[in-house]
């Protein structure tokens, strides 16, 4: 069974970076699919950021492609997320996903971790 799980800060202050971590089990993130991060919050829903493939080549959605960057560890068979020169609108809970290869739909979640950006 394929299992993703979410760590990092909680907490991160105005113009700071954004560092979140995945690590997934029970699948390698080096074979297929494409290894995401999507967020949620009140008044954007969900948003798609971006993702890293199991060759290992990143993609950024448009809007946030110049703050973001996407990278992983296959050692560890994890995956990392930085968001740089955070504002209170990036508060949300972020969650990694598996996204299906061709198909455009998400099968395996993390739980999700709510990050804040406050002073």
């Known amino acids: 069974q394929v299992q993703l799980q979410e760590s990092g800060p909680g907490l991160v202050k105005p113009s700071q970076t954004l560092s979140l971590t995945c690590t997934v089990s029970?699948?390698?993130?080096?074979?297929?699919?494409?290894w995401s991060w999507v967020r949620q919050s009140p008044g954007k829903g969900l948003e798609y950021i971006g993702h890293?493939?199991?060759?290992?080549?990143?993609y950024y959605s448009p809007s946030l492609r110049s703050r973001t960057s996407i990278s992983r560890d296959t050692s560890k068979n994890q995956f990392t997320l930085q968001l740089t020169s955070v504002t209170p609108e990036d508060t949300a809970v972020y969650y990694c996903?598996?996204?299906?290869?061709?198909?455009?739909?998400?099968?395996?979640w993390g739980q999700g971790t709510q990050v804040t950006v406050s002073s």
């Open positions: 890293i493939s199991y060759s290992g080549s990143p």
């Open positions: 996903a598996r996204l299906i290869e061709n198909w455009g739909r998400f099968d395996y």
């Open positions: 029970g699948g390698s993130i080096t074979i297929n699919y494409y």
